[in-house]
Structure formats: C-alpha cells, structure tokens
C-alpha cells in the first residue's frame, strides 16, 4: 500500500479548476477563431535536436529529457559515466518535453512549408513542461496559449492582437487593463540618439525599474554599466514624457528624429494607431511606452505587454513581432508577430477580481432526488425529458434520505434539485428547489423545463 | 542547419484534423456534461512509484521515464552500471509519463477522498505515452477519452453508459452501431456449468474466435487448453443461441440456472434492460453477447464494447464495472464503472463514412480581399462589422492581385470571398462570391451578414 503524491511543480485541475480555465480558455479560443487563427497541436516529446540551443544555457538545463526506451544502457560505457552528464546525456536520451510552444511551431512550419498557405494563423494551447525550482505560481507543466501570423510583414497584424486582446479581456468581464506598446527599433533609436548605438539592452534593463527605484538609482545602473555621463543626461527628456498618446509620440519623434531606425519604428507603430482607427477600435488601453523592453533578443518589431490594473498580478500577456521564426531549420525569411496569454495568471486575475460567472463552477444544472421507489421510476422519465431539452441532469442513483441527497447537490454545487416521491409520480410534477435561496415550489415538468433554460441565459 | 522531423510515433495535428478531432470530443464533452459528469485533468508526468506495477511486467516496460534533471548521474557509480538498466533506471528516473487515465484518476481520488462527493463522475481527455512499436495506428502518443463513476453500485450507471454512447454516436451522424454487453459473473456462471470452475479467462479467449476461425477449431483450442470433452460439449448451446435479446437471455438463464454467480450476472444485464425502458431508451443497438471478454482482468461486473457496422475499424469505445479502482493507492471499496471512447478510431470512422461536416473542416467564414487602396480602408470597418456579427471574418493583410488572393482563400477553405475595390467604398456594397459555386452578387452589408449567418445554421 503506497501513499500517493505528485510530482513536484505539477497539480491536478480537480472539477472547479476545469470549469473556470475552460471559461478563460473558451473566450480566447472564440476570439482566435473569430480573427481566422486555426488550432494546431504539436507532440508533447520532441527530437532533444530539435530543442536544444534554442533556449540559451540555462534553457537547456531546463529541459526534461526523456529517458529512450527499451535497454537505454545499451550505449554507455563505464568509462563514459566518468565524462559527466553532458556526455552521457546523448547516449541516454534522444527525446525531451516541449519547453515553449514556438520552438515546435517553427519545426511545424519548416516541415510543412509546402502544404501551408501564408500568412498562416495559427493558435495553440497545450502544455509545456521545465524543469525550474517549483515555486509559488511557478509550476514545471503548465499551459501556454500562443497566437502567431507568419509569412507577412502587415501591420494589420500588430493592430489585430490589440483588438484580440481587447476582446477576450471585455468577454472576461475585466474592467480596467493597459496595453503597453513599443518598438525594438524605436529602442534602438533612442540609443542612438543619446550616443550610446547598439546598448538599448542593457538601457531597457535599467529604464524598466525607473517605476521602483526612482531616476536617480536609474542613472547610477546606467553609469555601471558603462554609459558616458551625456548619454545619461541625453536621456532625461524621456523621464518626463508627456501622458497622452499623440503628444507622447510627437516628443518623441523629436527625440529620435536623427535615427532612421528610431524614425522607422515611430513610423510603425503610428500605422498601426491609423489602422486601429479605421477599423473603429477603442485606444482608452494603448499606451505607448517608449520604455518597454521584454524579450530584446528575439523581437526586432512591435512589442506588447498587458496588465490588469488594480491586481497585484503581473502581465497577463505579451508578444512581439520577430523576422525570422525559422531560419534554424533550415527555412529563411518567414517573418511573424505572435503574441500569448497567461492562462494561470488570468485565473488568478479572475479570482481576484471575483469575475467567475457562476455558472463556471457548476456542471449539472438539476439533480432529481428519488424518496421512494415510486418517485425513483418517475424519474427516470423525467431524466431522459430533461436531457433532451438540454438540461445537463443527474438523478440520485439509489433511495437514499433526501437530506444526504441534498448534502450531495450542495458539495457538487448543483443550484437546483427536483424532489421525486409517489406524490409527484401520481400528478406529474416535480418539487423544485433552488438551493441558493431554498425557496421550494411544486411545477409541471414544462414549467421546470422553461425555468431551467431561462436560468441558463 | 537542421532538418527537423518528430519523435517516432508522434504526430502534429494541423488546422482540417483539430477541427475534425474538435469536432468529435465536443460531441462527447457534451454528452459527458449532460449526464453530469466533471472534467478532470492531471499531470503528463506521474512519480514512477505511483505508475509502475499497475500495467503488468510489458506495461511497465512501455512506460516513457524521465531523467531526473539538473545532474542525473550522481546517484550513480560504475559499478551500478554492470547491473543492468533495472538497477540503474531507479538511480536516475524518478519520474513518468501517463500510460492511460485509469491510474492517474485511482491516485487522484485517493488524494482527495476528504473533498470529494460520493457518486463522484469525471471525464477526461488527454494523451498518454507508450514506448509501443509505432505502426499504422498505433502511435507513441494519443488521446484517451475516459469517463468513470465511483462510489456506487448503482446499475443506473451502467444505464447511462449505453444512453451516452447512442447520444454521441447519434450526435456525429453514424448511421449504424452495435453495443455489445455481457457480464462478468455470467461468464464465471457459464464456465460452472460446463465444470471448468474458474476457467474463464482461456474460454473466453477461444470462444471469442467463433466468427473467425469457426467452431471446430474453437474445440481444438479448449482442448490444448485443458478442457475437457464433457466441459467442451457442455457448450454447444452457446454456439447457436438464439439472436433475439429477450430470447437469448431465457436461454442463458437456462443454461447457467444452477450457478449462482451466472444468475447474478444476468439478473444485473436484465436490470439494466429494465431501467433503460423505463427511461424510454431504445435497445435497437443493444446486444447482449455471453461470449465478450474484454480485459478480464480487472473488470467485475458488467462489461461493454462498441462496434461500429459497415466499417472495416475495430471495437471504437469499450468499459465496464469494477470492484476496487483504489485499493493499491490505500482506499479500499470504491466500486465503479467506466468507459471510454477512441477518438483516433472515430476519426477514421467518420473519415471512411464520410459523416465529417463541412463546417468541421472551416475555421473562417468570409475573406475580404482589398484590390486597391480604397477597398482596403473599406475593408477595415467592414472587418469590424462582421466580426461583431459573429462571422469569422480575415482581410488579405495588402492590397494584392485577386488571382493570390482567390489562391488564399482555397487553400484555406474559406468558403465566401468578399471583394473591395472603390467601387465598393463608394456604393457601401460588398461583392460576394461564393468559392464552392462560383456564383457572386453585390450585396448591402445587411445582405451579406444575414447570408453568412444563414449559412451557419
């Protein structure tokens, strides 16, 4: 006999769970398909060929690696052992867990180039699993939920993620968030324009805590890490940029106005303003910040970023455009935007913010509680009726006393029961009762039908 | 520069197969909710103490394990390697993938006796991983698409088995099935009253051959076996039962009269009959079999097994009743029933009955193509208009020949094109054309959203 347990860093999704991320999940999955993106699903075991070096150092680290089967030792030798892990590694495992979703996206790409229409939509909403110290909200499986267009450089495409964005935040009911815009090439263009060409990492890095620590800790980063002092002090306009959007831009047109990459990146990102104003888009969420960073090394266009105000979660989700999605395997020039949501911290925005519908948590709309044997035939009529008018039922398996019936309902929050005895059997009825209110009536099975479904909408 | 291929026995699922296998699990997903069954979702990687000895010594073979990340080999000495992969593979694997649902499931109602309530049904729908030779259908990793009950011996369960197989079958259009049940006690009645007590499992192995290889090499089998001619002889009545059910089921009753666990098991098959009229079921499909098998092992009780006719696919979903799914995780007497559904198998059923609907091979409903600059501003706020009608609506993201962009739209099977020029932007029009037919007309906006919605339903 064995006390059971899972792995550290996983979890079960018990019923509840299921019910709320399948209400986050559905919202975006509607929107992705409401915008033409198509779902793919790729294996949860790829080639370790194909993931490694695709994630830095410390990502190959990451990565779980799966064990080949059959005799694994039949490769290794005594003397091999003494090499180490990294030499032993190859001879043992040949297959690892995905660790992102953009990595088998571009092996899906490059393997499929023929049979693919471009620009090709697609999302994808599966697992991925690394192998980081478990920690609070940090978990080695969990989901990930990517939206990606490749193969057009259309700024259409920018402008739609905002609107996708909007609309599974407005389906999710949630009030009050911002969306962080910028441009990898804007960054590169403010780096120019103080002198200090090709540092607008280390830059960002710094500017990114100018919220925290204050402008002069900013200054003392930037001194440490080697800017000249008039680079420093070039930078202060962009310390004290103006709030709204279009006089936020025109300052900085004005800053970068030198950098032909800053000035093509500006250029942008006002193309897309224009077509989110030709398409009637709100932009009360875009703000353009001249300061974010996220993820220099891959982007090299449009960057995004998206907070929930007034929750102390941090971004919910985020994206970027990148030129070259494919070229490590072997297909160049596939140019793309993607962009994802963060579906644990979504959940807990939910739950903050207490915006789970209530019908998220429930399954069975109506359980039919049999007192006697009577009422236990009687409802099993009723059950196939109520089915087909597409009320999810359950009825009680078995006599039992009404009030561990009941228990049962409530433990599975089930909102209504329908009591069945002989009484009920003889007139054709159904003792109704809502066991939020407690509130008791005796209906016609159309009256019980019609209550039901109106509850529903 | 690599050339990127999949692990052996894996696959990518793209946008026509997700929309077909979407197509199948929300028919099931469906049903399961309507008879009020929760979803459940567990890790991909269960701890090796929790998966190993469940599934027999080959099971245990065909488990995928995963190496114990950061330095694997430091439990590990030279001398260890001499001993085999069985004394290694605890040293440097602590960790494996799913093998099916059943397990994961066992240890999940274990851990949580405390929280949940007592019938307890749950589905689920996830892969699992096998270390199986890969051939044509058989694939490393797959979907299971389970659904169980426990905590009742309640026969309305095994009632409901049949009722949600016909709804699903019913809901994906399969014109003809067959749901052969038995039950295991009848099979140990049967094998009493020939006098081989306990004999079952090799009966039931051989006799299932009937259809194949005739009742003449049936007899040689059971005599390697070491039946004996009297037992042998003693079951030639089964061989020409009757076909009707209620006939078949009078016979049988007959046959195993003097066996007490026989009249047990029918009796329990004639309950379910019973109740499944009472509920105003149909029993076209149902098939009472004496000589179905199905995993012996484990099962109890009643016993299913689905059949789709004219099809050259095996059995496409299966289940049945079990005493104790819990007892090797420390919870003792959690009685149970369950089935599950091959959702690879359907996929072919469909695919060769040609039952997939065109709208399962769809993502977006209309494609506007701009054909100069005009029509694309145009398109922009009609983008908007039709997504907020619920269409799922794309632009061509640039003005571009029509011929690339009609190219497109084939290619992705998108089954209505609306083409924008200025002519367009000026008349408030949209000239629609329908790629199946080819027929197109210049409709208002009005027109073209009443079309499209219209064809939707």
């Known amino acids: 006999m064995q006390k059971p347990s899972l792995p550290k860093g996983t979890r079960d999704f018990g019923p509840l769970q ?30 370790l060929s194909t993931l490694t070096g695709k994630y830095g150092e410390e990502g190959d680290q990451l990565l779980f690696k799966i064990l080949n089967s059959g005799d694994f030792l039949k490769e290794l030798s005594p003397a091999d052992l003494g090499k180490g892990a990294a030499v032993v590694l190859p001879k043992v495992a040949e297959k690892g867990l995905r660790y992102d979703l953009t990595v088998p996206f571009a092996r899906y790409v490059a393997m499929n180039r023929g049979e693919l229409s471009f620009p090709f939509k697609r999302f994808q909403i599966q697992p991925v699993w690394r192998a980081d110290r478990p920690q609070r909200g940090r978990y080695r499986e969990f ?38 815009v910028n441009h990898r090439q804007l960054l590169a263009g403010i780096s120019e324009a103080i002198g200090a060409q090709g540092m607008e990492g280390p830059l960002c890095v710094a500017i990114d805590k100018l919220d925290k620590i204050g402008w002069e800790k900013v200054q003392e980063e930037l001194r440490q890490k080697g800017f000249s ?26 800053f970068i106005k030198h950098s032909e990459l800053g000035r093509k990146g500006l250029q942008e990102l006002q193309e897309m303003v224009d077509l989110l104003e030709k398409m009637g888009a709100s932009l009360e969420q875009f703000e353009f910040d001249p300061m974010l960073a996220r993820g220099l090394s891959y982007y090299t266009g449009a960057i995004f970023e998206v907070k929930v105000l007034n929750v102390s979660i941090g971004s919910v989700s985020g994206g970027g455009r990148y030129d070259n999605l494919t070229g490590v395997f072997g297909l160049p020039d596939v140019p793309g935007v993607g962009f994802s949501f963060g579906v644990d911290r979504l959940y807990d925005v939910l739950e903050e913010l207490q915006l789970f519908p209530e019908e998220a948590s429930l399954g069975t709309s109506l359980l039919l509680c049999p007192v006697d044997e009577a009422g236990f ?15 999810a039922s359950e009825l009680y398996p078995e006599v039992a006393k009404l ?16 009591i069945c005895g002989q009484e009920e059997a003889n007139s054709k009825t159904l003792s109704l009762k809502n066991l939020t209110t407690g509130h008791q009536e005796k209906l016609s099975l159309d009256q019980v039908v019609q209550k039901l479904l109106g509850n529903k909408i």
Chains 1, 2 share one sequence.
């Open 229 to 254: 002092e008039s680079s420093i002090q070039g930078l202060s306009p962009l310390v004290q940029l103006p709030k709204g959007r279009k006089e936020r831009m025109s300052a900085l047109g004005d």
């Open 403 to 418: 009030k561990k019936q009941l228990e049962f309902a409530f433990k599975k929050q089930i909102a209504h029961v329908g």
């Open 18 to 47: 299921m019910a709320r991320r399948n209400y986050i999940l559905d919202a975006i999955k509607d929107t992705f398909q409401l915008f033409g993106y198509q779902q793919l699903e790729t294996p949860a075991m790829e080639n």
């Open 377 to 391: 035939d009687y409802a099993l009529t009723l059950l196939t009726q109520m089915r087909q008018a597409g009320i």
């Open 143 to 180: 989901y990930q939920c990517d939206a990606d267009v490749v193969g057009t450089r259309s700024l259409l495409c920018e402008a739609e993620i905002i609107l996708m964005i909007q609309r599974v935040f407005t389906k999710l009911g949630i009030p009050a968030f911002s969306i962080k």
